[in-house]
């Protein structure tokens, strides 16, 4: 109780203190001035993160390549839209950091000004925005309002099996002030992709018996363009032994590897690594070539024996 | 009779693919480990498919079995087809009848629309997939109580949907912090309203006594 009147004798006291030169002043004349509204930061209400039919994917794996939505929720500033300067999305995985250089790999900054009321992506592609979905990135006409960011990972974003990558949105006004959040996460699934850049191949001009006949159409190797967002190993099949009507080459004639014969293994109906093409480093496309040889049964029909090489990438 | 011996094989490809021609397969690995209950079927998306050549794919996937695969009934929801620069997502259906650990992979086999001779090469994939085929729990009368919605536990995807409270959830009631802070509260309101009658009169008092004070002034 004693506490409470020390602490009400206190607030009188200021109050006399603030009351008197007021008082004082007013018996003395007028005064002129100016009223001044200060300035309030902004607010963010909440924020999300979906796919295109807005189901979460908040805490979960996404997909490379593919058009996702970063949204700032009741948006707001006293002081309205016109003070607003700007709102920005940083996206980065956990080899980066928030204020790590924009990469494909694991860094992007997108950004809405309020100036010019447009979207851009600041980075990696400030060129051509191509990780920038604008045409469905929304912004409201008055405050408080929703930002949507629309946008997709590049196919070497960095794959993460869990939910490492860190969405933060920054809502940032005339005078400096912001919010921001960095609530929201996700994990990248692992991607590869595989391009063949020589539609078919075979061998011209074998002899019965001839052995260790190396590839001559369409040239001397096949060749590949690889994307991936790991390290990844590249591997082989074919779909059977390479037929003519009911005679046959064994597929197990056929052997293969990046480049030298005697590392070369044959070729089963399951995929199997391609020796010397193992463990390579994740990037954009790469391009890859590897050779195949051929032993020629004695004896051998006459004629064109065909099977099927199938390739694929897949995570080391 | 040695040159007839040496009858030349030719595995050549007199019509091949047009060299502008290039198939490209990239695929989302989603690396699937569901749990299903046993004598259920479900749904599940297994990875997402980009055509990235520039050639129309038809696609195919099989789905193959790491060991014995008897009691899971594993189905890919196939073929498809990908214009190029497509991309689409590939989902299995699963019949779980028995309980058990699963895996395998499903395995995509392309072919192009175009009229393709000779030896084609062609881009191909496997996703891995692990399925944990359980029994239903039994529910005890206190989880009904604590769950009403529990019949509704099996994922139809891999995605990882966040918790979100439910509209009805009861208000807790007020704890005996809550009620010191609300007493608290009241308290300072009867305190603001004499702080506030002791300024107004303040306010009317001292011009009154800074008048005197000066006229007192005056008269010394």
Redesign the interface.
Known sequence: MSKKMTKIVALIALVLLATIPLTYAATEGTSSGTATVGNAAPTITSVSFTDTSEVSKDGSQIDVNTEYWAKATGVDDDNGLVDLDKVEFIIWGPSSTEGGADSEADHYTFKWTQATDTWEEVGPDSVTDIHLVETNCTDPASLPGDFRLAFKLDKIAEKTATATWTIKIIVTDDSVASASDATLSFGVNYYGEITVNDGTHGWTGLTVGATDVIMNNPDGDLDVTVTSNAAFDLQAKGSGDLAKGGDTIPLGNVVIHKDTLGSAVSLTTSYADIGGLTSLSAGSDLAHSFILWIDVPDPCPTGDYTYTLSIQVVES | MIVF??????????R????E???????????LDAPLIVDTTSKFAVA?I?N??NVDLNIEAIWIPNGDAQGLNVTPVSPMFLSSGE?TQVHVIVRADKIGNYSGVVEF??S?VSN???????????VQCSFSVIELPIETDEDIIEDDDSTDSIPDD?????PTPTQNDEQPETSPQEDAHNKIQKLDVG?GL??IV??LS??CS??IL??WYDRRGEQK
């Open positions: 011996s040496l009858v030349m094989v030719v595995l050549a490809l007199n091949v693919v047009a060299q021609d290039r198939a490209g397969l990239g695929i989302s690995h989603y690396d997402r980009y990235t050549g991309s086999e392309t192009i393709v001779t000779g030896n084609p090469v062609l881009p191909g994939g496997t891999n995605s990882t949907q966040n305190t004499i702080l002791t300024l303040l306010q001292v011009p800074l008048s």
